[in-house]
């Protein structure tokens, strides 16, 4: 009986079984007739967190290398720049300060004969009819331009009519040496005083001492030449800067048609003039072609008079237009105003220097120079004093009176207490 019982249960349990799994089956093909895909388990990845970027680190900009400097430079060397062999030139001022200064002054005369020349050869030389300090400033520009206005000579024959003729032996020209001039202007009134003869001894003792010269050749090429003096500035990373820096100069005294100071032509000897300024303005552009900075000196304008003449007033704008960036004037024998023409800064006259015996307020106007910015950092006027054949430094009250004398005539600029010029 028992096992008939455990047999039933047996039978039923296996029944019940096959039971599920045919329903199971018929359930897993009716949704595969339907089009439904079994459903399948899949293991996804855990998602690895991005490795933080590496942060970039910015490569310095090369700085561009400064241009190469011309072949055949001529160093400056603080005292004269020889040698040359005629007017302009290209001229190369080592520095390591990026500041490099050009210093101007008026006038000077050696002529024996004349209280300037007689106490100089009195006393030794020009240098000591300087002061110490005043000697000291003009030794150490960098470039010191002076207005040489007589020829250097023992021969010729002296302008007939003419109220003052000046001329010097040619051993007088290494007081320029002296003094540190490192190139000077000759295109004046007085450069051809002793007839052509004069000029053509003036050109040769200046060569001859290696000094450089302006304004005045044997022909006109020579005659309206340019000086380019190439600024070479070490910077602390051992670098260069470099700018360049253009001077002309050109006259235009005697107005009349037939001056006694004698025009440069094609083939003849005499000196740049400007009464018509369309060769002077074309030597301004194409200085400027070459140059980051141009500077003109000019003998112009009336004397004994702080008042701008005519020919001022007309070739001034003209200079500007043409491109030039600093005027730098002389003739009147006194000072004028400083005054700026758009943005050019213009010195009208820096009047006499070292000329006269007399009394006159006087100076020396500095361009300081910027290599690695190309420009003109820095326009001083220093003032001096000429007076006993000597001429010194001012400080004290007596600056403080010539710096407001200039301030008074020269509305259109600022002058500070240290004679910083800028424009108002």
Same mark, same amino acid.
């Given at each position: 009986?028992?096992?008939h019982?455990l047999?039933?249960?047996?039978?039923?349990v296996?029944v +019940?079984?096959?039971?599920?799994?045919g329903?199971?089956?018929?359930?897993?093909?009716?949704?595969?007739?339907?089009g439904?895909e079994?459903?399948?388990?899949?293991?996804?990845?855990?998602p690895?967190?991005?490795?933080?970027?590496?942060?970039?680190?910015? &490569?310095?900009?090369?700085?561009?290398? %400064?241009?190469?400097?011309?072949e055949?430079?001529v160093?400056v *060397?603080?005292? /004269?720049?020889?040698?040359? !062999?005629?007017?302009g030139?290209?001229?190369l001022v080592?520095?390591d300060d990026?500041? &490099?200064? #050009?210093?101007?002054?008026?006038?000077?005369?050696?002529?024996?004969?004349y209280?300037?020349?007689a106490?100089?050869k009195?006393?030794?030389?020009a240098?000591?009819?300087f002061?110490?300090?005043?000697?000291?400033?003009?030794?150490?520009?960098?470039v010191? +331009? &002076?207005?040489?206005?007589f020829? /250097?000579?023992?021969?010729g024959?002296?302008?007939p009519?003419?109220?003052?003729?000046?001329?010097?032996?040619?051993?007088?020209?290494?007081?320029l040496?002296?003094?540190?001039a *490192?190139?000077v202007?000759?295109?004046?009134?007085h450069?051809? *005083? #002793?007839?052509?003869t004069?000029?053509?001894?003036?050109l040769?003792?200046?060569q001859?001492?290696?000094i450089? /010269?302006l304004?005045?050749?044997?022909?006109?090429?020579?005659?309206?030449?340019t000086a380019?003096?190439?600024?070479?500035? !070490?910077?602390?990373?051992g670098?260069?800067?470099?700018m360049t820096?253009?001077?002309?100069?050109a006259?235009r005294?005697?107005?009349?048609?037939?001056? *006694?100071?004698?025009?440069a032509t094609? =083939?003849?000897?005499?000196?740049?003039?400007?009464y018509?300024?369309?060769?002077?303005?074309?030597? +301004?552009?194409e200085?400027?072609e070459?140059?980051? #900075?141009?500077i003109?000196?000019?003998?112009?304008? =009336?004397?004994?008079? !702080?008042?701008?003449?005519?020919?001022?007033?007309?070739l001034?704008?003209?200079?500007?237009?043409?491109?030039a960036?600093?005027i730098?004037g002389?003739?009147?024998?006194?000072?004028q105003?400083i005054?700026?023409?758009g943005?050019?800064p213009v010195a009208?006259s820096?009047?006499?220097?070292y000329?006269?015996?007399?009394t006159?307020?006087?100076g020396?106007l500095?361009?300081?120079?910027?290599?690695?910015?190309?420009?003109?950092?820095?326009l001083? #006027?220093?003032?001096c004093?000429? %007076?006993? !054949?000597?001429?010194?430094?001012?400080d004290?009250?007596e600056?403080?009176?010539?710096?407001?004398e200039?301030?008074?005539?020269?509305?259109?600029?600022? +002058?500070?207490?240290?004679?910083v010029?800028?424009?108002?």
């Amino acid at each position: 009986m028992l096992k008939h019982i455990l047999q039933f249960v047996i039978t039923l349990v296996l029944v +019940i079984l096959i039971g599920f799994a045919g329903l199971f089956l018929f359930s897993e093909g009716s949704r595969i007739q339907a089009g439904e895909e079994p459903v399948e388990l899949i293991a996804e990845p855990i998602p690895e967190e991005p490795a933080p970027a590496e942060e970039e680190v910015p &490569v310095p900009e090369e700085e561009p290398e %400064a241009d190469p400097l011309p072949e055949g430079l001529v160093a400056v *060397d603080g005292t /004269y720049s020889g040698p040359v !062999t005629g007017a302009g030139g290209n001229f190369l001022v080592s520095d390591d300060d990026d500041a &490099v200064t #050009f210093s101007f002054a008026g006038d000077i005369l050696f002529d024996e004969y004349y209280a300037t020349g007689a106490a100089a050869k009195q006393r030794g030389g020009a240098a000591q009819c300087f002061g110490a300090e005043l000697l000291s400033l003009l030794r150490g520009s960098d470039v010191f +331009i &002076v207005n040489n206005e007589f020829p /250097y000579t023992d021969r010729g024959t002296p302008t007939p009519g003419k109220t003052y003729t000046f001329r010097a032996h040619p051993q007088n020209a290494d007081w320029l040496k002296d003094i540190g001039a *490192d190139l000077v202007t000759l295109a004046n009134n007085h450069t051809y *005083d #002793f007839d052509e003869t004069s000029l053509l001894d003036t050109l040769s003792t200046l060569q001859e001492r290696g000094i450089p /010269y302006l304004g005045a050749g044997a022909q006109l090429a020579e005659a309206s030449s340019t000086a380019f003096f190439y600024l070479d500035s !070490t910077k602390e990373d051992g670098t260069h800067a470099r700018m360049t820096v253009a001077v002309l100069n050109a006259t235009r005294i005697e107005q009349d048609g037939v001056p *006694d100071t004698k025009a440069a032509t094609e =083939t003849t000897p005499g000196v740049f003039r400007c009464y018509d300024s369309a060769l002077l303005c074309q030597r +301004i552009r194409e200085a400027k072609e070459l140059a980051d #900075f141009v500077i003109v000196t000019v003998h112009w304008g =009336t004397e004994k008079t !702080t008042q701008l003449d005519w020919g001022q007033e007309q070739l001034g704008p003209e200079i500007a237009a043409a491109g030039a960036d600093l005027i730098v004037g002389a003739h009147p024998h006194i000072l004028q105003r400083i005054d700026y023409i758009g943005e050019m800064p213009v010195a009208y006259s820096l009047g006499n220097f070292y000329f006269t015996s007399f009394t006159v307020d006087t100076g020396v106007l500095q361009a300081v120079f910027e290599p690695s910015t190309q420009s003109l950092k820095t326009l001083r #006027f220093v003032p001096c004093l000429q %007076a006993n !054949t000597s001429v010194n430094l001012l400080d004290g009250a007596e600056k403080q009176r010539v710096l407001d004398e200039m301030r008074a005539m020269s509305p259109g600029a600022a +002058i500070d207490d240290d004679g910083v010029i800028s424009r108002r």
